[in-house]
């Protein structure tokens, strides 16, 4: 929400929607980075971990923000981007101007290339230095330079970050990318090095930040690192998000997972996994990097109703902590563009411009907007007015939904089959029912058609059936009453696509 007009959102636009998210019944907000950044990755590239980008308000701004949550029962966590600076960042600077500069071991140099390691972003993950003759690491885009973690004072600079929010009141921290701090030069591996565990404990296993919520993003840390990295013994972090490779987009091979029975793997793995070892499970489908669900995974045009509260309904009926995206709680979609003026994510314009002479620009396209990340960045779409009442009429900072007419909160909330009043209610109905927050989960699916399993807390049972996007005849329990659907309340077992039910036993 862009609240002074000048096309991009800001720290008073969002106090301003406080009480739309205290409606919608969420107790927690993650917000992307926001500190001083040339923005070449929209944000996950530093220049400074102790000052906010000047357009999105000041200082003052941001606390009032904070405190206005938690006046409202809101904790409020913030992006901590460990891995790497912006090659903007002071450190940086001053890191390429000689091999003896006080900063050079705050970032990784080679004399040439150890590995032939390849960027996130695309291209060599090594960058020619002129100034040196040296090649530095970048895991992420070129500007992204990642810091030394082998290096102590590059873990007490990160600490005195940390502690810098801990004080001004932050609840939490979204720990971008973690396992790639630590490099496995032995194996030659980009992530989860053998100092993994040591350099997470060194910055969270202390008694300042004992009781922040913390989630790491680990991609690929298998289920051995997981359970060491969020067992509460450890002191390292509070959960993870899991599955990474479940969900998720696959450029090189252009493709999205994943289909409906990958979808029933990854809540059912993840959910036995964290219950086996008392862990927590984020469960979730979207965030800023990635496509709508509704588009990529079900179905956006007629049954986006049925295709949005069916994911609603997995997420808020799961043993761990569901994450939504803004507008995934009134079902917004993909956004189709035909000019790459129109996109912003850095992985989707490196993509372009690296295939640029390669498919032709129908393709090409396609490709982009299957693809890109932007997805997850538009700005809200809040009602019929003019840039769906992101702001007073200045040009957004990234193009607006290319749907948004049709699909915007305020048309959602004027249909008796709204998404936003179905979150509203399966976030109230989670809420009010142990069963469905601490309760046992077992998986009791015996079809491929649908995904089926039971929730269970002392003497309060559920059992869950989401059906997939066929029609099909489901097996309902005999001694179950339907208290929740997307679909009319009746005992019939003949299931409409995405039909979700939820039994009380
Ligand atoms: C994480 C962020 C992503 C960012 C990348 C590099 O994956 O979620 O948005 O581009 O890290 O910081
Ligand atoms: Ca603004």
């Not at 980009?190 to 997470?200: A, D, I, L």
């Not at 404990?201 to 993003?217: C, S, V």
């Not at 998986?443 to 066929?470: A, G, M, P, Q, V």
Request: proline residues 4%; contains cysteine.
């Amino acid at each position: 929400m862009d609240s002074n007009n000048d096309g991009i959102g800001d720290f008073k636009g969002i106090t301003s929607k406080i009480p739309y998210l205290v409606e919608l019944g969420i107790n927690a907000v993650w917000i992307s980075p926001f500190f001083e950044s040339p923005n070449d990755d929209s944000g996950y590239d530093i220049s400074d971990y102790y000052n906010v980008q000047k357009e999105f308000g000041t200082l003052d701004d941001l606390k009032e923000m904070v405190d206005e949550f938690h006046k409202n029962g809101i904790k409020v966590i913030f992006d901590l981007v460990a891995n790497h600076t912006s090659s903007k960042h002071r450190w940086f600077q001053e890191a390429i101007k000689s091999k003896d500069n006080p900063y050079r071991d705050y970032y990784y140099w080679f004399d040439k290339p150890p590995f032939d390691w390849k960027s996130n972003f695309g291209g060599s993950a090594f960058e020619y230095s002129p100034e040196t003759g040296q090649y530095y690491l970048h895991s992420f885009a070129v500007s992204q330079p990642d810091l030394n973690w082998t290096n102590p004072k590059v873990r007490e600079e990160m600490k005195k970050v940390i502690d810098f929010w801990v004080d001004f009141g932050v609840d939490g921290f979204r720990c971008d990318v973690l396992d790639n701090i630590a490099k496995d030069w032995e194996k030659g591996l980009m992530s989860n090095g053998p100092k993994f565990h040591e350099y997470v404990h060194e910055i969270f296993g202390r008694d300042k930040t004992k009781n922040l919520y913390l989630i790491g993003e680990c991609w690929s840390a298998n289920e051995d690192i997981l359970c060491d990295l969020i067992s509460e013994e450890r002191g390292e972090l509070t959960a993870s998000f899991l599955g990474g490779n479940v969900i998720y987009i696959d450029w090189n091979n252009n493709k999205i997972s994943p289909n409906y029975e990958d979808i029933h793997t990854y809540f059912s793995k993840y959910q036995i996994l964290a219950q086996n070892n008392n862990l927590i499970f984020p469960p979730f489908f979207e965030n800023h990097d990635r496509n709508r669900s509704v588009s990529s995974l079900a179905n956006d045009q007629d049954l986006r109703y049925e295709s949005a509260t069916f994911f609603a309904t997995l997420l808020y009926t799961s043993f761990g902590t569901p994450f939504i995206l803004q507008g995934e709680e009134f079902g917004t979609t993909n956004s189709y563009h035909k000019n790459i003026d129109e996109f912003n994510d850095v992985s989707c314009i490196n993509f372009y411009k690296e295939n640029k002479n390669v498919l032709d620009n129908h393709e090409l396209m396609d490709k982009v907007n299957f693809l890109s990340r932007d997805h997850g960045r538009r700005p809200m779409v809040w009602d019929n007015s003019v840039n769906f009442g992101f702001n007073k009429g200045a040009t957004p900072w990234l193009a607006l939904h290319s749907r948004g007419k049709e699909i915007n909160l305020e048309n959602d909330l004027k249909k008796e089959k709204s998404i936003f009043n179905f979150y509203k209610e399966i976030i109230n109905f989670r809420n009010s029912s142990k069963a469905l927050i601490y309760g046992e989960y077992n998986d009791l699916t015996t079809s491929e058609n649908y995904y089926k399993f039971s929730r269970e807390y002392e003497d309060e049972k559920y059992i869950i059936i989401c059906n997939y996007d066929k029609p099909s005849l489901v097996d309902i329990p005999i001694n179950g009453k339907k208290v929740f659907s997307n679909y009319p309340l009746n005992q019939s077992n003949n299931f409409a696509p995405f039909e979700i039910a939820i039994y009380e036993i």
